[in-house]
């Protein structure tokens, strides 16, 4: 039960720390005399650093083990959110953000990896969801919690709290993990092999359609996480403890989505369990667009409803998609894990970063742009779908055929 626990735990710590500062925009703003565009850099900072290490963490754990990768990064992580905590204007708190992301994501990557190498199976689909749905809710419980500790003390409270989150995830991983993936496994720790393990899969066009069909329906959700400062403080004119009227409704959602991925392990397809996850989420984002548009469309609930069954799509198909990137390259799960992480953290920077500030006319953009997501997400999953079938079924020689299938 414990190894469970702290492979969530160390799924969590990365996405969590994206938007744990969001309540603390106003603190910081005033504090460092930073605009908005400018208070927006210690999201992408961090996400942008997060996605270009994530390339390198999976198949550094592939070559020296899981444990040392873990261990090592968390370590650097607590080291950089003591830096920001003690940041005395806004270049170094962003210089220290960098260095948060460039850390944070060995514990992301290299937990969902050790998930593959111990488990099989349903039971790997079953913790993979739960991990999924604590992947997802972290940022959406992370303002929650920021705004919870400002109550206490000054913005260093937020980066005080996530070193010592770090410190209590390095105890658990020396303490309670096993190293999941002895020397005999490993691969060579050489740059050519590391490269060109990567090239290998990102030549792959299969890792493509899975990796981008995870990467849109969940970018289709974290739209609203990236733009939460904008979509709750803006749009909706609420305040540092509001937060909550978005991300409830979307960790309900995820919660009950992540239930139904685990419930379906080894009772349906993996592959129907994604097309039903898409059909929700295409249809929540609909719904979504539909009442956004509304003369009520700026006001809670039905700003929220859309984003809420996207969600639920989104966690009830995302773990499979993991999992079939995963066996994908059973050798390597490390760098695919790297791989798919990396064009995720990636385009969620540029959501971040790009697309949320330009969303900021009104709560029907977000849903539009939500729509768009999904669609596209399933459009990627609809020809990975028809590929699979086309290269299921045998050729047929013309020998083979009887006159009347040659008419």
């Not at 220290?96 to 460039?102: I, M, P, S």
């Not at 399933?378 to 040659?406: K, M």
Request: charged share 10%; aromatic share 10%.
């Amino acid at each position: 039960m414990a190894i469970p626990v702290v492979l969530a735990l160390l799924a969590m710590i990365g996405p969590f720390s994206i938007d744990t500062p969001f309540p603390a925009f106003g603190q910081i703003g005033d504090e460092f005399d930073a605009t908005t565009a400018e208070m927006q850099l210690i999201v992408t900072a961090y996400m942008g650093s997060f996605a270009v290490m994530s390339i390198f963490h999976g198949p550094l754990s592939d070559a020296v083990g899981r444990k040392p990768v873990l261990v090592a990064g968390l370590s650097v992580y607590v080291c950089a959110s003591i830096g920001a905590a003690f940041s005395p204007d806004l270049t170094t708190l962003l210089v220290f953000r960098v260095v948060q992301g460039l850390s944070a994501g060995a514990a992301t990557i290299v937990s969902r990896t050790v998930i593959r190498d111990i488990f099989e199976g349903p039971q790997a689909q079953v913790l993979m969801s739960r991990v999924a749905m604590i992947f997802g809710l972290a940022p959406a419980i992370a303002p929650m919690v920021g705004g919870v500790l400002l109550q206490f003390g000054s913005w260093q409270w937020v980066f005080g709290f996530m070193a010592a989150l770090g410190v209590v995830l390095v105890g658990a991983s020396l303490l309670v993990l096993p190293e999941s993936h002895p020397p005999e496994r490993r691969t060579p720790l050489r740059p050519a092999a590391v490269l060109g393990g990567l090239a290998d899969i990102f030549r792959t066009a299969a890792f493509h359609r899975i990796a981008w069909s995870g990467t849109l329906l969940f970018g289709a959700q974290f739209v609203y996480i990236g733009g939460a400062a904008i979509f709750v403080g803006e749009l909706l004119g609420l305040g540092e403890l509001d937060f909550w009227v978005l991300f409830v409704p979307m960790i309900a959602a995820m919660t009950l989505g992540s239930w139904i991925s685990g419930r379906a392990a080894g009772r349906i397809s993996g592959r129907r369990l994604v097309s039903a996850g898409y059909t929700v989420a295409i249809v929540g984002a609909g719904i979504g667009v539909a009442l956004t548009a509304s003369p009520r469309g700026q006001e809670v609930p039905w700003a929220v409803a859309g984003c809420a069954f996207v969600a639920l799509g989104s966690a009830m198909a995302y773990p499979t998609l993991q999992l079939m990137a995963l066996d994908l390259f059973p050798a390597r799960r490390g760098a695919v894990t790297s791989g798919s992480t990396f064009i995720t953290l990636l385009f969620n920077a540029s959501v971040a970063f790009a697309l949320a500030p330009l969303l900021a006319t009104s709560t029907l953009a977000f849903a539009g742009a939500s729509l768009v997501m999904v669609v596209l997400g399933q459009l990627c999953w609809s020809w990975h779908c028809a590929v699979e079938s086309r290269e299921a079924v045998p050729p047929t020689h013309p020998q083979e055929l009887e006159p009347t299938d040659l008419m």
